[in-house]
């Protein structure tokens, strides 16, 4: 009974009216991409075929208009199209035909007008301008061009943001009922003007570095996700902007021409970090009841410590991280740099390593004899420098070195490193020269050069005077270097009770 209810429910979908890129990076598929990102369900209906890469475009076949037809019947005779897109109308007819259907079904449109891709090439036809403003406009809810459409389709020019806002207005002439003047090709601020109150909202930015190809469409396509999980059309305008910033940080070129934006680079970012913080839960999990363990926690305490996929270390600026998509947890950052609640709850954006921010302690209970680990605090992203820097280092020579935990050095336990078949080498503290580069650590980096390059299992120092001996243990991830401290107290296990004191 319940599940009979439940399939009556309809989700809120939206719908793309575009064409398709075949290199991935704008139209349709740019287009899919946010709309997954932004959690809501994605229709299309495709108006044209493109033949396209990061170079530009080589062909472009337009869909019959009666084949565009049956797709958006087939479409809204059946899903909860709350709003709608449009992208690539290439021709007069196709504009046309799409404003009737708009007006059919009573879509909320926001219209994206495509003139030219980024990378080159015309998509609209000049004769198709005048039916966008005649026919498509008077029907749709928004349009949103950028510098050189709305020059376009105003007939003015424009130099600043008061010949935008001149602009806006102009277009708004036809019966859109909002303006949004991208400021992409200006000066990074977009102009939003409510036709029916003849107001301006201006929405500062900032210009950032990264593939620009497929921006008009994931601004658009993202603006619609935003209008349709209920935010208003400011917030929307806002959030938009603000992922399309994020898939251009997150861009990648895969081509030899102008990269295309990654809508789900953000989304992507979000789970790696997520992932990490299980990673280091899960090898925490596996170290805290063994009863060896706390007796190789040096007196300053040991951490677990793993970083994000090399991917993410430096192409990304931290200042412009999603934090207006995620809502914010009530998780203060550990980076001082970072004075924003983290919006994922994983701590600073600044960082690409988490550990414990107050480390793991041994513990003696109420008798004095038995001791056990305890962690304080909860993983988070910029804890645990020590251990930040030895993983940059190994990384240096394998990236797919991406963990480390750090024991109390002795001698018997590294003979028990190497008894558990682990490759161990030393270095000496004393040895380290002045004015070395304090983001990484020298006595890493020394050893896995003299190692002939290879990251060892095992990497140690006796310590010196008043500073303890440690041993560092690394691996590809948390649970990785976890097991191999499981199995070095595995060999003491077997020592002892072999007799051994």
Known sequence: MTHEKTSKIKKKCVMTIAGSDSGGGAGIEADLKTFSALGVHGACVIASVTS?????????????????????????????????????LSSPEIVQFVAGKVKEYGLSLVVDPVMAAEAGGELLRKEAVEMMAEALLPVSYAVTPNIFEAEILSGLKIKNADDAKAAAVKIAETGVKYVIVTGGHLDAEDIVYDSENKEFTLLSGTFVKGGTHGTGCTYSSALVSYLARGYTFEEACRFAKKFVVDAILYSENIGSGVAPVNPGGAST?????????????????????????????????????????????????????????????????????????????????????????????????????????????????????????VIKSAQEFDETIRACINLKYTEKTVKHCEQSGFSAYAFTRDDEPCGCDESKEWGTSVVIQENGETVPDIIYENGGFGKEGIIRVLGTDAVDAAVKVIMICDDIRKQIGGGEK
């Open 52 to 88: 396209q890469n990061t170079t530009g475009v080589q062909s472009v076949f337009d869909i019959p208009v009666e084949h565009i037809g049956t797709q958006m019947d087939s479409v809204c005779t059946d899903m909860n199209i709350v709003f709608a897109k449009s992208g690539m």
């Open 269 to 389: 970012l979000f789970s790696e970090r997520a992932a990490v913080i299980e990673n280091i839960l899960e090898a925490w999990e596996i170290l805290k009841d063994d009863d060896v363990f706390p007796q190789l926690i040096p007196e300053v305490g040991t951490n677990i410590a793993m970083t994000l996929p090399d991917r993410f270390k430096e192409s990304v600026q931290a200042d412009y991280y999603a934090s207006g998509i995620q809502p914010p947890r009530q998780m203060l950052s550990i980076d001082k740099r970072d004075r924003q609640i983290g919006a994922d709850g994983f701590g600073s954006y600044y960082s690409a390593v988490a550990s414990f921010p107050g480390r793991i302690h041994k513990m003696k209970d109420l008798t004095g004899t038995k001791l056990s680990a305890e962690n304080l605090g909860y993983p988070s992203f910029g804890a645990g420098s020590n251990l930040a820097r």
